[in-house]
C-alpha cells in the first residue's frame, strides 16, 4: 500500500492527538494543516517534526493527488462543508463525533460519502479503550446469557460559558449531542439493537452553559431490551464513563464482573485489571487504535466502524432524546413508530 496522505483541518487539541496517531504509524504521514489561524499548526509542526504544508482554506488541500485521508476536527457546527468537499474530491474522511448538531447535516454527510463511495470513521473513539473492548469480546462470548437492559452514562464536569465555543448552543449543541453521543455510541454497539423509542428529561443547574448540562434518557430496543444513559455536565465528581450490562447468566459493572459460567464457584463481583475510561483528557483517548483501525480497512478495504451511516443512528437517538426532554414526550425514531409519542421528523 502506499503511504497514505493525511490533512486535517480543524488545529485544536484534538487534532494534535491525531497527529501523534499518524506519526506511529508508518503506513501515514501528515501532508497538510488547515485552520483559520496558523498560531496552532506551526506550534504542531515544530513539535512534531512534521513536513507539511500549512493552509488557511480547505479546497486546494481536498484536491490534492497526495492527500487521501481527511481528518474534520473543527467545531462541531462546522463539519459539513469539509466533510462533504473532502467525500466530493474523492478523499476518505474521519469525522469528530459528534457528526453534526442537525439531522439534516448529518444526512448530507451520509450522503455525499455514499455518493463518492470512499470510507468513513466517525471519531467514537472510546471504541478502542481496553474496557469497552473487553466489554464487546465477553458480549461476543455471551457470557452475560440473554442481555436485557443496558446503562452508559457520560460524567464530566465541563462548567462553561459562551465565551469558549463548546458552552454554546451554536457550536457546542446540547449536552446528549457534544458528548453524551459517545455513551449512547456505545449502549448502540453493546446491545446490538436498534434503538425505537426515547423517553428523556433534563436538568437546568446553575452551569453558565448556553442549553442545559443534564440530560436522563430511557430507551427501548428492537429486540425487547431495555436501555439508559446519562449525560452530566454539572455534577461536580472526577470524569467517568460507567456501563452496565444485565444478562441472565451474568453481570458487569464497569470493570467489576459476575459470571458463574465464566468463573465457577464465583460468589461476588471480580475485578477485571484493565485500562479504564476514566479521563476527559483527549491524551487519555485511544486515538491510535482509531487512525490505525481506519488506516487497516483502507490496506484491506475494510468497512470502518463505526462509519458515517452507523454512527447516524447513534445521532438520532441523541436528537430524539434531545426533542423527549424539550416536548415531554417519548418520541419514535423511525417512520413506522407505532408508540404514543412524537416521531422524530
Request: with cysteine.
Amino acid at each position: 500500500m502506499e503511504t497514505i496522505g493525511i490533512a486535517i483541518i480543524g488545529c485544536g487539541w484534538v487534532a494534535e492527538e491525531y497527529i501523534k496517531a499518524v506519526r506511529n504509524d508508518p503506513r501515514a504521514e501528515i501532508r497538510a494543516l488547515v485552520s483559520r489561524s496558523p498560531g496552532k499548526p506551526n506550534e504542531y509542526k515544530a513539535r512534531h517534526g512534521l513536513d507539511c504544508a500549512i493552509e488557511t482554506h480547505s479546497t486546494g488541500v481536498v484536491k490534492r493527488d497526495d492527500i487521501h485521508l481527511v481528518i474534520v476536527a473543527t467545531p462541531h457546527d462546522r463539519h459539513t462543508p469539509y466533510v462533504v468537499e473532502a467525500a466530493d474530491a474523492g478523499k476518505h474522511v474521519i469525522v469528530e463525533k459528534p457528526v453534526a448538531l442537525t439531522r439534516d447535516e448529518v444526512r448530507r454527510q451520509c450522503d455525499a460519502v455514499r455518493r463518492a463511495g470512499v470510507k468513513s470513521l466517525v471519531g467514537f473513539v472510546l471504541h478502542w479503550n481496553p474496557l469497552l473492548k473487553t466489554v464487546d469480546h465477553l458480549i461476543e462470548q455471551e457470557v452475560f446469557g440473554n442481555i436485557f437492559m443496558i446503562e452508559v452514562d457520560y460524567f464530566h464536569r465541563i462548567w462553561l460559558g459562551s465565551e469558549h465555543w463548546l458552552g454554546t448552543a451554536k457550536q457546542g449543541g446540547t449536552s446528549m449531542l457534544a458528548a453524551g453521543c459517545h455513551a449512547v455510541d456505545a449502549l448502540r454497539w453493546f446491545a446490538r439493537s436498534d434503538i425505537l423509542e426515547v423517553s428523556a428529561y433534563n436538568v437546568r443547574t446553575e452551569n453558565p452553559l448556553e442549553y442545559t448540562g443534564t440530560t436522563n434518557a430511557i430507551v427501548r430496543f428492537e429486540d425487547g431490551k431495555t436501555g439508559r444513559v446519562t449525560s452530566c455536565f454539572d455534577a461536580q465528581m472526577p470524569y467517568r464513563f460507567n456501563i452496565g450490562i444485565y444478562g441472565t447468566e451474568g453481570t458487569l459493572r464497569n470493570s467489576e464482573i459476575f459470571a458463574p459460567g465464566l468463573f465457577p464457584g464465583q460468589t461476588d463481583f471480580a475485578k477485571i485489571p484493565v485500562v479504564l475510561p476514566d479521563s476527559g483528557d483527549v491524551a487519555h483517548h485511544p486515538f491510535q487504535g482509531e487512525v490505525s483501525h481506519m488506516l487497516d480497512c483502507l490496506e484491506h478495504d475494510r468497512t470502518p466502524f463505526p462509519d458515517l451511516d452507523d454512527a447516524a443512528h447513534t445521532m438520532d437517538v441523541c436528537f430524539a432524546a434531545d426533542l423527549s426532554a424539550e416536548s415531554g414526550e417519548p418520541v419514535g425514531i423511525y417512520a413506522n413508530y407505532a408508540g404514543k409519542g412524537r416521531i422524530l421528523p
